[in-house]
């Protein structure tokens, strides 16, 4: 698969959401390593917001237009996540209309369990959301 470049969420962390790996016309896959700082309790849970926001990068990054915004998600834990888990999020379009994609984002750990999955429902505007003119 040829990656595209990036178009979109250009400064979101590494740290926080992912690191892509590639952009297909399509598709975008993008890994999150869980550290210490993403941890909740003694027994190493990672909060789930991190799985999340991994998947929702994922997503954005399969669409690729820098004015993609989030409008609605439906979302499946299916296996905790811990310290240290690598985790990869395959994202797919899977259906345009107009200004709005669904994506279907799959989150695998380094055992390539499925600990989560996603349909998130994205919307490409004219403009930037925040752009007041």
């Not at 992912?18 to 993008?30: D, F, L």
């Not at 997503?59 to 915004?69: G, K, L, S, Y």
């Not at 905790?80 to 984002?105: C, M, R």
Request: aromatic share 6%.
């Amino acid at each position: 698969m040829t990656s595209l470049k990036q178009n979109t969420h250009l400064l979101a962390s590494k740290k926080l959401v992912g690191t892509v790996i590639s952009i297909s016309e399509k598709s975008a896959k993008v890994t999150l390593t869980i550290t210490e700082d993403m941890v909740v309790d003694t027994y190493n849970l990672a909060h789930g917001s991190f799985t999340f926001g991994l998947a929702d990068y994922a997503a954005m990054v399969a669409i690729n237009e820098p004015t993609v915004v989030l409008g609605k998600a439906e979302t499946k834990y299916l296996k905790p996540v811990i310290l240290n888990d690598e985790l990869t999020a395959i994202a797919e379009v899977n259906e345009t209309s107009g200004k709005k994609t669904t994506v279907l984002v799959n989150v695998t750990n380094q055992k390539s369990e499925l600990v989560f999955e996603g349909n998130f429902t994205c919307f490409v505007l004219d403009k930037h959301i925040l752009d007041k003119n």
